[in-house]
């Protein structure tokens, strides 16, 4: 008789991000009383960056939105002056990535307009735009701005042309694109660039994705599913995939994940419920994580996506009795770094004429800046000129720290070897090896080879060349800021208790690892058991 012994297998899976909770902000730090427009357009509505917060308003004759100081939180005053140019209802706003004091706006007058906000603020209306761009036919739905190349932003309209064009010259109004781009046959529903703007990923009113050749204009790759209609795509940053939302055969919200070199079959779909709002999907390429928010939900479900099957882990939800019209998000540079906020919405709730601020935390007990959640992630810096990218260079965008203090930045480059699933960490210490002593460290870990700091030399310091501060080495991570030796008692003892609290999160680490090597050789021995007994 022959005994077969069960595998043992984990019962969930293991991540630090399975207990991320949505925080809301009390009232006083939300935006109330703002005239939120009523469209229909299944746009964000909304756009943010650590200065300002940007939304698009109703208001008779002509179209306008609203730029808010990002600390004018409380009740907003119903004159507040406006950005206020076009002449029909505005469709959607964005902040230009590499400068937080210009925004640029399409509408229905069929026209894109590129603003100047003061350094202070909209402190009377402004009406005059620094750039007008003529070209579309019909009302201009979409803008998307270039991830990586400075002063190229893409629109497209309801005459069906993605249109492609280059601020910097001397015209203040600018009739020709460097490119319109004719491969759609309705509406463009939504725009999405890969990691360094060389992909350009499109949905379509005709439930289509494409993959376009955002300089040439050449389809690439393009859907012919008939189990998935997708209304939103977004490309997973390196993970050479894209996400839609959409509908299933039978009309159930679904979302789908898609091979960027294979747009024949989704590799995964799941439905999700039998709502009508649209899903909006923001990814995070930094933690790995999904948040899908539908239009007129007051939930706000978020996943954690890896590059082996099943690709998508459910976490869980949050959950809200206030319904979102369009959301904002706020970019990487601007969280909250102390409170350990890996990132961060703006809901905006039609009903209650409110902008809500929903913090994504990540439950930790220390206080100290948490290097694993927060890797090195795409910054203000465009990477290429305009004329750079015209000519046919690709870049990525150049990264920075979001250590406080921290002033290191560096290149990713396309086409350099990297595994597209590297960890952002690992992919800078390949292209800088001296970075970070850290990323040496989990670098060397994984071959086996892990250096050791003891205690004793962890706050030793390091002269560092380009900078003129000194560079500590604090638990095998490095600290920038000006530290100065303890010079009381009590300095003395603060930082005694510090390093006492470091030493006790790394045994606690420790501890973690052991456990995880034990499950590990067990469901080993228990596979080669069963192998054995067949």
């Not at 005239?35 to 179209?63: K, M, Q, W, Y």
């Not at 803008?143 to 993605?162: L, M, R």
């Amino acid at each position: 008789m022959t005994i077969t012994k069960m595998t043992w297998r984990p019962q969930y899976r293991s991540s630090k991000y399975r207990h991320v909770f949505g925080k809301p902000a009390t009232k006083e730090n939300c935006y109330d009383g703002v005239p939120i427009t009523r469209s229909v357009h299944d746009n964000h509505l909304c756009t943010v960056n650590p200065r300002f917060i940007a939304v698009i308003t109703e208001c008779a004759g002509g179209g306008a939105f609203l730029v808010l100081s990002i600390n004018h939180t409380g009740k907003v005053d119903p004159h507040h002056p406006k950005v206020s140019g076009h002449r029909g209802n505005v469709l959607d706003i964005k902040w230009n990535p590499f400068n937080d004091f210009c925004i640029a706006s399409c509408s229905e007058d069929t026209t894109v307009k590129i603003w100047d906000i003061p350094e202070h603020g909209v402190l009377k209306n402004i009406t005059v735009s620094q750039k007008e761009l003529q070209g579309h036919s019909r009302r201009v739905g979409l803008i998307e701005w270039h991830p990586t190349a400075d002063n190229i932003i893409f629109s497209t309209g309801y005459d069906y042309q993605v249109m492609v064009w280059k601020l910097d010259v001397p015209e203040q109004v600018i009739k020709n694109p460097v490119r319109s781009i004719s491969v759609h046959s309705d509406v463009v529903l939504s725009m999405s660039f890969n990691t360094d703007g060389s992909r350009l990923a499109t949905s379509c009113k005709d439930k289509k994705i494409r993959v376009i050749d955002p300089r040439t204009g050449t389809l690439l790759q393009e859907t012919d599913c008939k189990s998935h209609k997708a209304s939103k795509v977004l490309f997973l940053g390196n993970l050479k995939m894209l996400l839609s939302t959409g509908n299933s055969r039978w009309n159930h919200r679904q979302i789908a994940l898609w091979d960027q070199e294979d747009l024949s079959q989704p590799s995964y779909s799941e439905d999700l419920d039998g709502s009508s709002g649209v899903l909006f999907p923001f990814y995070d390429p930094d933690t790995h994580m999904l948040y899908i928010a539908g239009k007129g939900d007051g939930n706000i479900r978020y996943y954690e996506i890896s590059p082996e099957k099943p690709y998508v882990h459910y976490l869980t939800e949050y959950r809200s009795l206030l319904p979102q019209k369009g959301m904002g998000v706020m970019p990487k540079r601007g969280l909250d770094v102390c409170s350990c906020e890996i990132f961060r919405f703006y809901k905006l709730v039609t009903i209650k004429s409110l902008i809500e601020t929903l913090s994504m935390i990540v439950p930790r007990r220390s206080e100290s800046y948490q290097e694993d959640i927060y890797p090195m992630t795409a910054g203000n810096k465009p990477s290429m000129t305009a004329d750079e990218w015209i000519g046919g260079l690709d870049k990525g965008p150049v990264m920075m720290s979001l250590r406080p203090g921290s002033k290191l930045d560096s290149y990713v480059e396309l086409g350099s070897g990297k595994d597209p699933t590297d960890s952002m960490e690992t992919q800078h210490s390949r292209s800088r090896p001296g970075l970070s002593l850290l990323i040496q460290e989990r670098l060397d870990a994984k071959e086996g080879n892990a250096r050791k700091v003891s205690p004793a030399t962890s706050l030793l310091p390091s002269t560092d060349e380009k900078s003129s501060s000194t560079t500590y080495v604090r638990n095998g991570q490095l600290d920038s800021t000006h530290c100065s030796p303890p010079k009381t008692e009590n300095e003395l003892r603060q930082m005694f208790y510090k390093q006492q609290e470091e030493i006790r999160r790394l045994k606690e680490q420790l501890n973690q690892k052991d456990v995880r090597i034990k499950q590990l050789e067990l469901e080993i021995k228990n596979v080669r058991n069963s192998q054995a007994n067949l």
